[in-house]
Structure formats: structure tokens, C-alpha cells
């Protein structure tokens, strides 16, 4: 079953390791207290991140660049990442470790503005070369608010952590909240209390993209 809401109604303790909280005896309310904040442990690095399982990169694509643009889904948010020269090149450095949360082009068309339209508002009264900064910054705000840098721990989750949930820091600052509900994974943005549920997952050796239906940045979140 999908929910588009996701609430916590308490938290019983927290598990030793990092970032991470333990869920096993928490209760799950889909239907009440839907404004309450979720309880999580403030991150202090984003080492130690479990992610739920998903197709370990024995076949197919192995590293980010490749995983990212077979994906027909999110082919807008692809794009996206082919014209960041940093991202893209960060993508295809089997070194450098990346959680990607996609959102697919459906979820994408879904906001009221372009990414490149916002946070900040393209003014066409600014030169060609401001405008091109702002339009620049504005793409690149969108995908870093997807990312988390970090390395990803690829062992399956047994059954003593099939219940945890993560506090994350995307790379442009904003809080990202990541749940096990009973083997569905849900992914919150911290200026929402919207979750989103994790509808594909794909590891590969420099990270793992997880397939959302909305972005996590919006226009109304500034």
C-alpha cells in the first residue's frame, strides 16, 4: 500500500550507531497527528548510512554516470546531472561515494516552477550573463538538494536493523529523513512532513540512486 504521509507518534531509543535511530518498537500512525514533526537524532556526519536493499551492481551499470542515465524514469533529473560538470564528474569517480534521490520526470513536472526557476527568481531585466548565473545556480541548488555525500554500506539489513531510520544532510544544507516501514522506505525532506515512498532502488560501486515520485525541493519550501 502507498502512503503519501508518513507520521511517527514516538520514539523508544536510539541505536549506538551513527545517524541512525531505532525503530523496532515504533508505532506507525497514517491516519492521526499528521502535523507532528518526527522524532530523529541530529547527524553529525553522513558515514555509516543504511539504505534499504536494493540490485547490487554484480550486473548492469556500476558506477553512478552509467546507473543514472539507463533509468528512462528520471531522464529529466539526468539531464540535469550530464550539465553539472561537477556532479557528472563526481558520478563517474568510483572514489567518491553519492546517495542519489531521484525523483522521476512525472514527479518533476508536478512543480509549479522549472528547477531552474527557483530559489531564486530568473529577472529578465538582469543581463544575459546574470541570468544565466542565476539559472546556473538554481540547477545546481536542485540536484544538491538530492545528494548526499557520503559512504554507502552496501550489506543487506538483517534482521535485528530492519527497522531504522536515518537523519541525512543533502549537499546544500536541508535536513533529508530516511524511514524502514516495515520493509517500505519513505524519504522526507526536514521542510516537509510529506513522505515519500522509495519506489526503486539501484547500488551500484560509488553509491545508490533511490527512485522518488516528487522532488524533495520545492518552490513552496522557501
Known sequence: MLFSKLTLVSLIALSQAKNVVDLSQLQIDLSKREGQE???EDPSSVDGIYIPKGEEPQKGPTLLVSGI????EISVFAGYVRDDIDVASRFNDAKKQTVVFAPTDSGIE??????WQFPTTVDESKSEEEINAIIQSNVDDFIKSHLVDGEVPFEVLNS????????LMSENGKVIKLV?????YYVSSGESNEWLKVQKV?????????VIDKPLSSPSLF
Open 202 to 210: 539501484t547500488n551500484v560501486d560509488n553509491g545508490a540512486i533511490l
Open 180 to 184: 524502514n516501514d516495515e520493509g517500505d
Open 160 to 167: 535485528e536493523r530492519s527497522n531504522l531510520g536515518a537523519k
Open 69 to 72: 542515465n539507463v533509468n528512462t
Open 110 to 115: 508536478t512543480l509549479p516552477l522549472k528547477p
Open 38 to 40: 518526527p522524532l530523529f
